[in-house]
């Protein structure tokens, strides 16, 4: 019989907080009204390590992956959030020396949409994840996430070329018109607690679109370009006008959860003009949110 070596008493008997297996790659098929949405997913499994244990045996979180997966597989799973607590649950009980579980699933979803004048149908890649945190007592934090790309254009240098143009031309018509600025492609990221009511990951991909200057278009003819730098303008955001909106968006559609729901949202634009990227983050609770937003 082969010795299993993970058994042993270890030289150093410390607890590990998080060992496992990373980058899994897997096909997952989600429910939806039309049809299934098919993402093509990576997992991380993590588990703690007793201080008795001289290792993990890591091919068990890859059996329990497959042996999930291959059932979920035969037909589409009601969310990714039911699918990553199965998971949790499995690990703990193919790992009975373990107390935590934690499972992360990345996926990219393809969300078809249209360009705002022609209305050209074009694709979207938006970036959703899961994030499942379990004990073996059944307590359990679940989070959602996405990220999205967007526009976002400077409102600062738009000021300063407007006080620049109406110092040197003197028309009003200067003070109504949007003004050229430096743009950044942005990357706006939501997690979210999910609770016991159900949270969509359609609102947060709207939340995180709708708190940029402009949304951005794979296709667009010349009349979409057109409208897509025009609203670009009109909008000027910093980089914490956009985790602010989000914040502000999240109060609106997410008003009824409980208070203690953590929240976490981030915003990094790419400039144009400067080597470097623009970071604002916000983490906090809904309660302190709603407080915060509607004092």
Not at 108 to 128: C, F, G, Q, S
Not at 271 to 294: C, M, W, Y
């Amino acid at each position: 019989m082969l010795p299993d070596v993970q058994l042993l008493k270890p030289d150093v008997p410390v607890r590990i907080n998080r060992v496992g297996v990373k980058g899994v790659k897997k096909l997952v098929e989600v429910e939806a009204k039309s049809r299934p949405i098919i993402l093509i997913s990576t997992f991380d499994i993590f588990i703690d390590l007793p201080p008795e244990m001289k290792g993990a045996n890591l091919s068990r979180n890859l059996e329990a992956i497959y042996e999930i997966l291959e059932k979920a597989t035969e037909k589409p799973v009601k969310d990714v959030e039911s699918l990553c607590l199965s998971l949790a649950e499995m690990v703990l009980k193919k790992h009975e020396y373990a107390e935590i579980a934690e499972v992360r699933m990345n996926s990219e979803l393809i969300v078809r949409k249209k360009t705002p004048v022609t209305k050209l149908r074009t694709d979207e890649v938006v970036k959703i994840s899961c994030e499942v945190f379990m004990s073996r007592k059944k307590e359990r934090r679940v989070f959602l996430g996405v990220e999205v790309l967007g526009a976002t254009a400077c409102p600062c240098a738009q000021e300063m070329m407007r006080a620049k143009l109406l110092k040197e031309f003197k028309s009003d018509v200067l003070k109504k018109i949007p003004l050229p600025t430096h743009n950044q492609r942005g990357r706006a990221m939501i997690k979210f607690e999910v609770k016991d009511k159900p949270v969509r990951l359609e609102d947060l991909i709207n939340v995180a679109k709708s708190s940029m200057s402009s949304e951005t278009y794979e296709l667009l003819k010349r009349e979409d370009e057109v409208e897509v730098v025009k609203r670009l303008h009109e909008r000027p955001m910093f980089v914490e006008d956009c985790v602010r909106a989000m914040a502000k968006k999240i109060v609106e559609v997410y008003g009824d959860y409980p208070d203690d729901t953590l929240i976490y949202l981030r915003q990094e634009n790419e400039e144009s003009i400067h080597p470097h990227n623009v970071v604002a983050e916000l983490f906090t609770t809904l309660g302190d949110l709603k407080r915060q937003v509607n004092s």
